[in-house]
């Protein structure tokens, strides 16, 4: 099964600070993203947790993930897999299966600290710092070009 990269970087998107909106604040909101994604909604309160400690994670801080129950299944073919089409259940799979496959450290945030986007790193060694370097990237080049070239 392909690892659902994508709903994770979304799911982790829900909230977007430059723009203060939080998909997960409003449950109708929420309900129309996760169905959207073919997927069940969890409850909000969990799903908003379970988003904001990932978030922290990436950020590098102690977070604490919320207390989910995961449901394993074992496919015809003998292998074990996470059962469930919720959004909780679909994200934290998403999420073992990167670990499992050591590509977690792809998953960051944006360190512009209006942008903090999450996104996937798919460069070949896992370099790429910014959302997007003709965005946050060159922003921050400006911003560290001016402060060189500042008088001491
Ligand atoms: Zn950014």
Same mark, same amino acid.
């Given at each position: 099964m392909p690892v659902r990269v994508a709903l994770v970087? +979304?799911? %982790? !998107?829900?909230?977007? #600070?430059? +723009? @203060?909106?939080?998909?997960?604040? !409003? ?11 073919g997927? *069940? ?12 400690? #990932? ?13 989910? +129950? %995961?449901?394993v299944g074992i496919d015809p073919g003998g292998v074990p897999h996470v059962e469930g089409d919720?959004?909780?259940t679909r994200v934290l799979s998403a999420l073992l299966a990167l670990?499992e496959r ?9 360190? !512009? ?7 996937? @790193?798919?460069?070949? !060694? ?23 070239? *500042?008088?001491?």
């Amino acid at each position: 099964m392909p690892v659902r990269v994508a709903l994770v970087v +979304e799911f %982790l !998107n829900t909230v977007d #600070i430059d +723009e @203060d909106v939080d998909l997960l604040s !409003n449950y109708a909101e929420y309900r129309q993203w996760a169905g959207e994604r073919g997927l *069940r909604a969890t409850k909000r309160v969990v799903a908003r947790q379970l988003r904001d400690a #990932i978030r922290d994670l990436l950020a590098g801080g102690a977070a604490q993930l919320p207390h989910v +129950e %995961l449901t394993v299944g074992i496919d015809p073919g003998g292998v074990p897999h996470v059962e469930g089409d919720d959004v909780a259940t679909r994200v934290l799979s998403a999420l073992l299966a990167l670990v499992e496959r050591g590509e977690w450290p792809r998953m960051k945030l944006c360190p !512009n600290p209006v942008c903090l986007e999450a996104f996937y @790193d798919r460069s070949k !060694n896992r370099s790429r710092t910014w959302c997007d370097m003709a965005g946050c990237g060159s922003a921050a080049k400006a911003r560290a070009y001016r402060q060189r070239r *500042r008088p001491r």
